[in-house]
Nanobody, 126 residues
Framework: QVQLVESGGGLVQAGGSLRLSCAAS????????MGWFRQAPGKEREVVAA????????NYASSVKGRFTLSRDNAKNTVYLQMNSLKPEDTAVYYC???????????????????WGQGTQVTVSS
Protein backbone atom coordinates (compact mmCIF):
# COMPACT_ATOMS: atom_id res chain seq x y z
CA GLN A 1 0.00 0.00 0.00
CA VAL A 2 1.04 3.56 -0.70
CA GLN A 3 -0.36 6.50 1.23
CA LEU A 4 -0.42 9.95 -0.38
CA VAL A 5 -0.79 13.27 1.41
CA GLU A 6 -1.26 16.48 -0.57
CA SER A 7 -0.60 20.01 0.59
CA GLY A 8 -0.34 23.50 -0.84
CA GLY A 9 -3.82 24.25 -2.12
CA GLY A 10 -5.63 27.49 -1.42
CA LEU A 11 -7.15 30.65 -2.82
CA VAL A 12 -5.22 32.76 -5.30
CA GLN A 13 -6.00 35.53 -7.75
CA ALA A 14 -5.85 34.96 -11.48
CA GLY A 15 -2.27 35.22 -12.69
CA GLY A 16 -0.90 34.03 -9.38
CA SER A 17 1.02 30.90 -8.45
CA LEU A 18 0.70 27.94 -6.13
CA ARG A 19 2.85 24.90 -5.49
CA LEU A 20 1.25 21.61 -4.57
CA SER A 21 3.20 18.87 -2.84
CA CYS A 22 2.41 15.18 -2.50
CA ALA A 23 4.31 13.01 -0.06
CA ALA A 24 4.18 9.24 -0.42
CA SER A 25 4.64 6.77 2.41
CA UNK A 26 4.25 3.06 2.85
CA UNK A 27 5.48 0.81 0.04
CA UNK A 28 7.75 3.44 -1.41
CA UNK A 29 10.63 1.09 -2.11
CA UNK A 30 8.88 0.08 -5.32
CA UNK A 31 9.11 2.38 -8.30
CA UNK A 32 5.95 3.84 -9.81
CA UNK A 33 4.83 6.80 -11.88
CA MET A 34 2.86 9.53 -10.17
CA GLY A 35 0.39 12.08 -11.37
CA TRP A 36 -1.89 14.97 -10.52
CA PHE A 37 -5.53 14.99 -11.51
CA ARG A 38 -8.24 17.54 -10.90
CA GLN A 39 -11.99 17.53 -10.70
CA ALA A 40 -14.25 20.56 -10.91
CA PRO A 41 -17.91 20.44 -9.80
CA GLY A 42 -20.04 18.62 -12.34
CA LYS A 43 -17.04 17.55 -14.40
CA GLU A 44 -15.08 14.34 -14.77
CA ARG A 45 -11.69 13.86 -13.19
CA GLU A 46 -8.98 14.80 -15.64
CA VAL A 47 -5.23 14.52 -15.77
CA VAL A 48 -3.14 17.60 -15.09
CA ALA A 49 0.32 16.09 -15.32
CA ALA A 50 2.14 12.82 -14.72
CA UNK A 51 5.78 11.87 -14.24
CA UNK A 52 7.75 8.66 -14.52
CA UNK A 53 9.90 7.27 -11.74
CA UNK A 54 13.14 6.63 -13.54
CA UNK A 55 13.87 9.46 -15.97
CA UNK A 56 11.43 12.22 -15.08
CA UNK A 57 9.51 11.80 -18.32
CA UNK A 58 6.35 13.91 -18.08
CA ASN A 59 2.95 14.21 -19.70
CA TYR A 60 0.88 17.37 -19.38
CA ALA A 61 -2.68 18.27 -20.24
CA SER A 62 -2.71 20.72 -23.13
CA SER A 63 -4.57 23.24 -20.98
CA VAL A 64 -1.66 23.54 -18.53
CA LYS A 65 1.39 23.17 -20.78
CA GLY A 66 3.76 26.07 -20.35
CA ARG A 67 2.12 27.11 -17.08
CA PHE A 68 2.49 24.08 -14.80
CA THR A 69 5.64 22.11 -14.02
CA LEU A 70 5.70 18.69 -12.41
CA SER A 71 8.80 17.40 -10.69
CA ARG A 72 9.70 14.69 -8.21
CA ASP A 73 12.30 14.04 -5.54
CA ASN A 74 12.60 10.27 -5.26
CA ALA A 75 14.83 10.53 -2.18
CA LYS A 76 11.95 12.27 -0.40
CA ASN A 77 9.18 10.28 -2.12
CA THR A 78 7.57 13.58 -3.00
CA VAL A 79 6.21 15.16 -6.17
CA TYR A 80 5.70 18.87 -6.70
CA LEU A 81 3.30 20.66 -9.03
CA GLN A 82 4.31 24.26 -9.62
CA MET A 83 1.33 26.16 -11.02
CA ASN A 84 1.94 29.57 -12.56
CA SER A 85 -0.31 32.00 -14.44
CA LEU A 86 -3.34 30.45 -12.82
CA LYS A 87 -6.75 30.97 -14.40
CA PRO A 88 -10.26 30.74 -12.93
CA GLU A 89 -10.81 27.59 -15.01
CA ASP A 90 -8.02 25.92 -13.01
CA THR A 91 -10.33 25.93 -9.99
CA ALA A 92 -10.88 22.34 -8.85
CA VAL A 93 -9.99 19.76 -6.26
CA TYR A 94 -6.52 18.48 -7.11
CA TYR A 95 -5.66 14.86 -6.40
CA CYS A 96 -2.27 13.21 -6.25
CA UNK A 97 -2.11 9.64 -7.52
CA UNK A 98 0.39 6.81 -7.78
CA UNK A 99 0.42 3.89 -10.19
CA UNK A 100 0.74 0.33 -8.94
CA UNK A 101 4.31 -0.74 -8.08
CA UNK A 102 6.66 -1.26 -11.03
CA UNK A 103 4.58 0.85 -13.40
CA UNK A 104 6.96 3.51 -14.66
CA UNK A 105 4.98 5.06 -17.51
CA UNK A 106 3.27 8.38 -16.62
CA UNK A 107 -0.24 7.39 -17.61
CA UNK A 108 -2.90 10.03 -18.19
CA UNK A 109 -6.05 8.07 -17.35
CA UNK A 110 -7.47 7.88 -13.84
CA UNK A 111 -7.78 4.10 -14.03
CA UNK A 112 -4.02 3.85 -14.62
CA UNK A 113 -3.61 4.76 -10.95
CA UNK A 114 -4.09 2.59 -7.89
CA UNK A 115 -3.52 5.00 -5.01
CA TRP A 116 -5.07 8.41 -4.41
CA GLY A 117 -4.68 11.24 -1.96
CA GLN A 118 -7.58 12.95 -0.24
CA GLY A 119 -7.46 15.99 -2.52
CA THR A 120 -6.68 19.64 -1.99
CA GLN A 121 -8.84 22.56 -3.11
CA VAL A 122 -7.42 25.13 -5.51
CA THR A 123 -9.57 28.21 -6.10
CA VAL A 124 -8.57 30.91 -8.58
CA SER A 125 -10.53 34.13 -8.38
CA SER A 126 -10.98 36.45 -11.34
Amino acid sequence: QVQLVESGGGLVQAGGSLRLSCAASGRTYSYYAMGWFRQAPGKEREVVAAISWSDGNTNYASSVKGRFTLSRDNAKNTVYLQMNSLKPEDTAVYYCAARPPHNNYPGVRPYDYAYWGQGTQVTVSS
